[in-house]
């Protein structure tokens, strides 16, 4: 009986971190700058578009989707 109820136990764990989703926000202050969930991404002189704090991995998702609708295919963005 215990080790059926270890199994549980772990089951429980590891379905409690499992990632949802989470919805992110985009704004665009300035022709260069794109606000994503609060965070800051600019693009640089080169044109490639810089996070300044680390973006989630489901936050550099949407943003490469909404440069793609924005601006066309973007191979441009820098990780922090």
């Given at each position: 009986?215990?080790?059926?109820?270890?199994?549980?136990?772990?089951?429980?764990?590891?379905?409690?971190?499992?990632?949802?989703?989470?919805?992110?926000?985009?704004?665009?202050?300035?022709?260069?700058?794109?606000?994503?969930?609060?965070?800051?991404?600019?693009?640089?002189?080169?044109?490639?578009?810089?996070?300044?704090?680390?973006l989630?991995?489901?936050?550099?998702?949407?943003?490469?989707?909404?440069?793609?609708?924005?601006?066309?295919?973007?191979e441009?963005?820098?990780?922090?």
């Amino acid at each position: 009986m215990e080790i059926d109820q270890l199994i549980k136990d772990q089951k429980a764990s590891i379905n409690f971190f499992t990632p949802t989703q989470m919805s992110v926000t985009i704004s665009q202050p300035q022709d260069d700058q794109f606000i994503v969930n609060g965070k800051l991404v600019y693009q640089d002189s080169n044109s490639n578009w810089i996070a300044q704090e680390e973006l989630t991995i489901g936050e550099q998702k949407a943003f490469r989707l909404h440069l793609k609708k924005v601006t066309g295919p973007c191979e441009n963005y820098k990780r922090p």
